[in-house]
């Protein structure tokens, strides 16, 4: 069955750098393209970043732009997300979610990962 | 971009029926919402995709019968007949924006759903 494990999350001071990963199997990872979503504490969601299956094409939210990293491994059936000069907002739950192979919604998701922002 | 609003709460009784609403701002009439359940402390489960002529595609993965959907005008809704326990959970509605050369996804706030 398809699944998605995100790992790396932990505290951070502000302006620290933090590498989120998400190993997924039971499906042909490169078949699809994937994303990053958060969820601040008691929030709702917010799309992060999506990666096309070839990695030609990504996108990123205009509030982490120029600060965050997509990026994947088909190889290793691996995503990844680099943040770097975080700050408190940043704080939240991080998914990463498989695309649809018939449209542009999010599939599966996994479980997510705690990243927390505080001096 | 699209606007996304949710009522932040609802509640209904255990087997009777409910309907969540999502409202897309003016403008954005023509747009399709997609339909994530999703319990505490888990991540969110694809329930299925709504335009104004109804469903759209599948459901996801186990979703039972009992979850409906339709559109209207700027409303996309979420119907739960015959409510149990384990659809007490948080609803987000969401849509995608944009072409080929810019992809944006936007979330409503989510309605937590209350099974009394």
């Known amino acids: 069955q398809v699944q998605l494990m995100e790992s790396g999350g932990g505290l951070v001071k502000p302006g620290g750098s933090l590498r989120l990963s998400c190993a997924a199997s039971g499906f042909t990872f490169s078949d699809y393209y994937m994303a990053w979503i958060r969820q601040a504490p008691g929030k709702g969601l917010e799309w992060v970043s999506y990666?096309?299956?070839?990695?030609?094409?990504?996108y990123y939210a205009d509030s982490v732009k120029g600060r965050f990293t997509i990026s994947r491994d088909n190889a290793k059936n691996s995503l990844y997300l680099q943040m770097n000069s975080l700050r408190a907002e940043d704080t939240a739950v991080y998914f990463c979610?498989?695309?649809?192979?018939?449209?542009?919604?999010?599939?599966?998701w996994g479980q997510g990962t705690l990243v927390t922002v505080s001096s | 971009q699209p606007v996304l609003t949710q009522p932040p709460s609802a509640s209904a009784s255990l087997g009777a029926s409910v309907t969540l609403t999502c409202t897309l701002n003016s403008d954005y009439s023509n747009y399709k919402v997609d339909w994530y359940q999703q319990k505490p402390g888990k991540g969110p489960r694809f329930v299925m995709r709504v335009g104004t002529g109804g469903i759209v595609g599948s459901k996801g993965d186990g979703i039972p019968d009992r979850f409906s959907v339709f559109g209207s005008g700027l409303s996309r809704y979420l119907t739960i007949e015959n409510i149990q326990e384990e659809d007490e959970s948080d609803y987000h509605c969401?849509?995608?924006?944009?072409?080929?050369?810019?992809?944006?996804?936007?979330f409503g706030g989510g309605t937590k759903l209350t099974v009394l």
């Open positions: 990666i096309s299956r070839s990695l030609s094409t990504i």
């Open positions: 979610a498989r695309g649809s192979q018939v449209a542009y919604f999010f599939d599966f």
């Open positions: 969401g849509a995608d924006h944009g072409s080929g050369n810019n992809l944006v996804w936007v």
